[in-house]
């Protein structure tokens, strides 16, 4: 039903508001400082000490600056982690840079499939809406970054430094998605006159133009690089002439991406179901994006099992919610934004994915969790904003922050349960692009957190 605000309202509303004398206190403190400053909760400090039962042994920081490339961060920060305890090299650091360029080309590639498997559709409908809006984004899942890795292998950070436009990706995204949109009518164009003869060679040149581009923004890829490194005792290692393959093959051989599954938490869907994001797919018939959907306290657990095995943890969430970043506190009593304004904000985990409040704005890696008497109290998070973030880049984690917060981990099978594994094998509910999922991901790549 309408409803017309009349003035007679609005007189009511000030006179409500101004009859509490505590408002106009707490309005001066709101106004001149900010909602979040005046209402942190300093005994947040005196909860969170920062000392964990189980804890891996990590040392230096990466920062993905002002780019989307935390999912890729963080699980090159997973990889590093287990090379640098196999190998006694806690400080060695993969380039990230190095999978981003496949990734460009790849993501193209994909992108024209879409377009034109899309074509027989008008251009405003949902499904064409999402595809163009994911042109040139950098943001993106764990898989994805798997099958980077799976198919192109990695190189150590040296053999492909950062660039200007890696470290800042917003120049190269906005020429890059510019360039798909505008590719995506000439191909739906082609295939809408059944001019397939044609599509082949146009999409050659598109690919090639992509290529161009990136190589331009990011350089090419190394072929080759030696592998040069002094490992924590200071031992001098050289191996020359290695392939980013070659490299993850024989150091790295012992990790399987198949044997790797994301536990989501998403209770606006059903329980012990395996979903499917086919429009967030990077690499054509290589690892597909699938979530097995389970309540809390399986990714819990699982998390739990895998770092007392001393193997890192991707986890995604929504690190822009109660998050001090320069504390690098995560705790869901930082903000008392209910008590500041007067009013309730609370909404159950379920309610934010259906409304948009809650989503999967970030990825990092859990390197610790503190217990007492089987009681999680606190996680040690690494983050990829660098050492001037948090504690040396490392941020502190309140369980109920965890609970609230956290949509995803990535664990070993071994974790699961017998019947975990089995669903983990499908079949898969496909999600379409504008599910609370989807665009919980979608969202993460246009809007990533830039630090």
Not at 106 to 116: G, P, Q, S, T, V
Not at 132 to 156: C, I
Not at 344 to 356: E, I, N, Q, V
Not at 412 to 434: C, F, M, R, S, V
Request: charged fraction near 30%; glycine fraction near 6%.
């Amino acid at each position: 039903m309408a409803h017309e605000l009349t003035v007679q309202e609005l007189e009511k509303f000030s006179a409500e508001f101004n009859k509490k004398p505590e408002n106009k206190v707490v309005a001066r403190a709101a106004q001149r400082s900010g909602v979040l400053e005046a209402s942190y909760n300093d005994r947040v400090q005196g909860q969170l000490t920062r000392v964990f039962s189980t804890e891996l042994d990590t040392n230096n920081v990466t920062n993905q600056k002002h780019s989307g490339r935390c999912w890729l961060f963080a699980t090159l920060n997973v990889l590093r982690h287990a090379f640098g305890k196999k190998y006694k090299a806690k400080d060695f650091t993969f380039s990230q840079a190095y999978n981003f360029f496949w990734d460009k080309i790849e993501r193209a590639n994909m992108f024209y499939n879409r377009i034109l498997d899309s074509a027989d559709m008008p251009l405003d409908s949902r499904q064409v809406k999402a595809d163009l809006d994911f042109a040139g984004s950098d943001g993106g899942q764990f898989q994805m970054a798997a099958a980077l890795v799976e198919k192109y292998g990695v190189v150590p950070s040296y053999a492909m430094p950062e660039t200007f436009n890696t470290n800042d990706t917003t120049g190269f995204a906005t020429a890059l998605g510019d360039k798909l949109k505008k590719d995506a009518l000439v191909l739906r164009h082609l295939k809408q006159y059944g001019k397939d003869d044609e599509i082949k060679k146009v999409r050659e040149k598109f690919l090639s133009e992509v290529y161009q581009m990136t190589a331009i923004a990011v350089g090419e890829p190394p072929k080759t690089f030696d592998l040069e490194y002094r490992d924590d005792d200071k031992k001098y290692h050289l191996e020359k002439n290695l392939t980013p393959l070659e490299f993850l093959h024989k150091y790295m051989g012992g990790v399987d991406f198949d044997d790797y599954v994301v536990l989501t938490n998403a209770p606006d869907h059903d329980y012990n179901k395996l979903y499917g994001l086919p429009a967030e797919d990077n690499i054509e018939g290589s690892l597909r994006i699938k979530l097995l959907n389970v309540p809390m306290e399986y990714l819990s657990s699982a998390a739990i099992a895998q770092l007392k095995d001393g193997e890192a943890v991707w986890f995604g969430n929504d690190v822009l919610r109660q998050m001090d970043r320069k504390t690098g506190y995560l705790d869901t009593n930082l903000y008392k934004l209910d008590d500041l304004f007067g009013v309730d904000l609370k909404m159950s985990k379920a309610d934010r994915l259906k409304t948009g409040v809650g989503q999967v704005s970030h990825a990092m890696t859990l390197v610790g969790v503190d217990e007492d008497n089987g009681e999680v109290r606190q996680w040690k998070v690494e983050n990829s904003w660098g050492d001037k973030s948090g504690v040396k880049g490392f941020y502190v984690m309140n369980n109920e922050w965890f609970k609230d917060y956290v949509y995803e981990v990535v664990v070993h099978k071994k974790y699961l349960t017998e019947n975990q594994k089995k669903l983990a094998e499908g079949p898969i509910t496909d999600l379409p692009a504008w599910d609370s999922l989807a665009v919980s991901y979608t969202h993460l790549r246009a809007h990533e957190t830039k630090a």
